[in-house]
């Protein structure tokens, strides 16, 4: 089970058509401005920065063959090598600009994109 990364309103699911063509690997959540991001389970982060298009980026390896890539924040609080619990804080959303941000979530399993719906324990609102 996971739990959400942060509230909000999910505005895309996984499998739904994006506007730039294709389907969602992942599930978009609106979130409030400056939201602070959780860690949806324990795990180690393998990844925490920058990534082209994607703003700041956390990825978090959790047990099995399962990593969990949260993407859109603003800024993250954790480093590659580190320990996370679950809900432990990622980083947090923009405070800027006149939107409300959007956290993506995508599960992959084996490297293979999965529906975070499976394993979400309450969604967002």
């Known amino acids: 089970a996971l739990r959400a ?9 996984f499998g739904e058509a994006l506007p730039v063509g294709g389907k969602s690997e992942g599930l978009s959540i ?3 401005k400056g939201q602070a991001v959780g860690s ?8 925490a920065g920058p990534l082209n298009g994607w703003d700041m980026v956390v990825i978090v390896r959790t047990q099995g063959a399962y990593h ?4 859109g924040m603003a800024d993250v609080k ?6 996370v619990a679950a809900g432990a804080e990622l980083g947090s959303m923009t405070d800027r600009g006149p939107l409300e941000p959007e956290l993506y ?6 490297g293979v994109p999965a529906d975070p719906g ?5 969604e967002s609102r």
Do not use: I
């Open 5 to 13: 990364p942060a509230p909000g309103d999910v505005v895309r699911r």
């Open 30 to 32: 609106r979130t409030a």
């Open 40 to 47: 949806p389970a324990a795990g180690t982060v393998e990844y």
């Open 68 to 71: 969990l890539v949260m993407a």
């Open 78 to 83: 954790v480093a590659p090598g580190q320990s």
């Open 105 to 110: 979530l995508e599960v992959r399993e084996n």
């Open 118 to 122: 499976r394993w979400l324990k309450q």
